[in-house]
């Protein structure tokens, strides 16, 4: 279906914006409320009016509700006029926003207490009007890092991190896992253990930015403020934006390194598969770690050729861009590698649905005259990377650029308009390779910064842009892809870079996750100095 439904419980149900002619299907789903939570007009001509969605949900005989609510300023009054609509509509009720995010924290809030707890867990209490000095939104790389760096300047400084999870990754091992050269355990940690001592846990989810009155809005229905504040939620990986690959995902031949889950699986498909056609795909940029969609392409032939079967086995990579990789000094040993693992190449050609049990995938792929076309492939296995955006909170916040990241000068990382706001990691605009060797740069350029700015002090450091990208061409070689903004090599050491190397394995496998969680995990800060202004 046309709608992207996400189910809370039998009885409710949220999704981003719907148009009239969803509402028969909503309808046949079984639906019988349908709530509009998005003021009209918000979203220009493309966004259809309550007036219109009603007069669709009556010819398809469901009640219809308007209650719109600004994006991070759900009010009280709001929040007692959604309970009472739930009370008393008819059941299943579906509500929807732009993204689906503001009627999933209605439902939270007015679902009380309990629900608020399963999402927050056993959390410290926080009230309206907590406030802190510094507030880190995200305990992944990015924003678990920068406390630690934070701390190791100055012990006194008060931290507060918002982290809904319960576990912390060192994800860039996954793509080790897909290839059975790393145990996936190794690559998870409880968050109680990564997160530095000192710091106050927030165990809720951030929903919304007010950054003119300098506060943090929580889905337990609360709110904190802040003197400054960093954000750093890493991305959204858009599974949902591709039909049917939700539903299929870990099974059917259908995996991705980018779940911590399906890693394993992927493994366990390049083990068992004998011939036939095996998928790569790539969406368009920006995504964390652009390397890996092929990464798990060149380390799943390196298994195959090991075995002798590659032969048999039809490989395909299908990339929504125009190039192999975007800094073009790393292509010629990339295509030297596509050549021996007789790899076919799709450029302009982008994953748009799946059929799992029925092993199809749909691509919309650039003709020679520059038309879209869609065409059909079936496969034996498929490795897909998800479409990947900014968090929706962050995306309709006022801190946001165009394109939905956090809005920042790219040297000094500080918020182009909220001089007490900066940003860092995966969410943030600064047109670098989306690494945690990036987030290990750009922590030490924060915490100078921040510390500088807290003391009134001229901002001190500037980031160059380094990001890092081991490309895993076969079992046992990489070549390290080290370089900053505009695609400038940045190698740290004195080889050429461009080179497969033994050494540059055994850095990724064994020497970089032990320098993650011992170093830059706990404000160690090898290899990440900035440059000085
Ligand atoms: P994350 O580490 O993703 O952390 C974000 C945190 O924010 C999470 O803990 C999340 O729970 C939390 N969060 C989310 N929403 C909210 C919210 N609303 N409120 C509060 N908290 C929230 N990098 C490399 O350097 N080298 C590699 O080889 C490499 N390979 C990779 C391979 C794969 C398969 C993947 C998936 C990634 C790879 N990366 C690699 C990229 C790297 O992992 C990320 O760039 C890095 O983790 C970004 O750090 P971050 O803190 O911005 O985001």
Redesign the pocket.
């Given at each position: 279906m046309a709608v992207h439904l996400t189910r809370h419980t039998d009885t409710f149900s949220t999704s981003p914006q719907i148009h009239p002619a969803d509402l028969q299907e909503i309808a046949a789903l079984g639906f019988k409320t349908v709530i509009n939570n998005r003021p009209d007009g918000e979203g220009g001509t493309e966004q259809p009016t309550s007036v219109q969605i009603e007069a669709a949900a009556l010819a398809a005989g469901l009640r219809y509700a308007y209650l719109p609510v600004v994006s991070g300023q759900i009010t009280e009054p709001q929040a007692r006029r959604f309970a009472e609509l739930l009370a008393m509509s008819p059941k299943p009720v579906l509500a929807f926003c732009r993204s689906g995010s503001r009627s999933q924290n209605l439902y939270r809030i007015t679902s009380g207490q309990s629900a608020a707890q399963q999402l927050a867990g056993p959390a410290p209490a926080c009230h309206w009007g907590d406030s802190h000095d510094i507030v880190i939104?995200?305990?992944?790389?990015?924003?678990i890092g920068l406390a630690a760096s934070l701390l190791k300047r100055q012990k006194n400084v008060q931290i507060a991190i918002?982290?809904?999870?319960d576990k912390?990754?060192y994800?860039?091992a996954?793509?080790l896992v897909g290839a059975g050269e790393f145990d996936p355990q190794a690559s998870v940690r409880p968050m109680e253990a990564v997160m530095p001592a000192g710091v106050t846990w927030i165990r809720a989810?951030?929903?919304g930015l007010d950054p003119d009155n300098n506060k943090v809005m929580l889905d337990n229905g609360s709110a904190i403020t802040y003197q400054y504040l960093v954000v750093?939620?890493?991305?959204k990986l858009d599974w949902q934006a591709i039909p049917g690959l939700q539903e299929a995902l870990g099974s059917h031949g259908v995996t991705s390194?980018?779940r911590f889950d399906l890693a394993p699986y992927t493994w366990s498909l390049v083990k068992s598969l004998k011939g036939g056609k095996a998928i790569f795909t790539q969406p368009p940029m920006p995504i964390?770690?652009a390397g890996?969609p092929q990464k798990a392409m060149y380390l799943s032939c390196s298994e195959w050729e090991r075995q002798g079967l590659l032969a048999q086995i039809d490989v395909h990579f299908h990339n929504a861009g125009g190039v192999l990789f975007g800094v073009q000094d790393f292509v010629p040993p990339l295509m030297d590698y596509v050549k021996r693992y007789d790899a076919t190449l799709h450029f302009h050609s982008r994953l748009v649905a799946i059929d799992g049990p029925g092993r199809r995938a749909w691509f919309a792929d650039k003709d020679a005259n520059g038309e879209w076309v869609r065409t059909e492939q079936n496969f034996d296995m498929i490795h897909v990377v998800p479409p990947q955006t900014a968090?929706d909170?962050v995306r309709e916040s006022t801190l946001a650029n165009a394109e939905g990241w956090v809005n920042v000068n790219q040297a000094t990382l500080q918020h182009v308009r909220h001089a007490n706001v900066f940003s860092?990691?995966?969410?943030c605009s600064s047109p670098n390779a989306?690494?945690?060797?990036?987030?290990r740069k750009q922590i030490v350029v924060v915490a100078e910064n921040l510390l500088a700015l807290r003391a009134g002090d001229a901002l001190p450091a500037r980031y160059d842009g380094y990001?890092?990208?081991?490309l895993t061409v076969e079992k046992g070689k990489i070549v390290l892809a080290e370089f900053g903004f505009g695609g400038k090599l940045l190698p740290t050491f004195p080889l050429d870079p461009t080179v497969p190397r033994k050494s540059a394995w055994i850095l990724?496998k064994n020497i970089l996750p032990w320098l993650y969680w011992e170093a830059m995990l706990k404000g160690r800060e090898w290899l990440a100095r900035p440059l000085e202004n």
């Open positions: 939104i995200g305990g992944g790389s990015a924003g918002i982290e809904p999870a912390h990754y994800q860039p996954w793509t989810a951030a929903s750093a939620p890493g991305l390194n980018y964390k770690c890996a968090p909170f860092l990691g995966d969410a989306k690494t945690a060797a990036a987030a990001g890092s990208c081991p990724k």
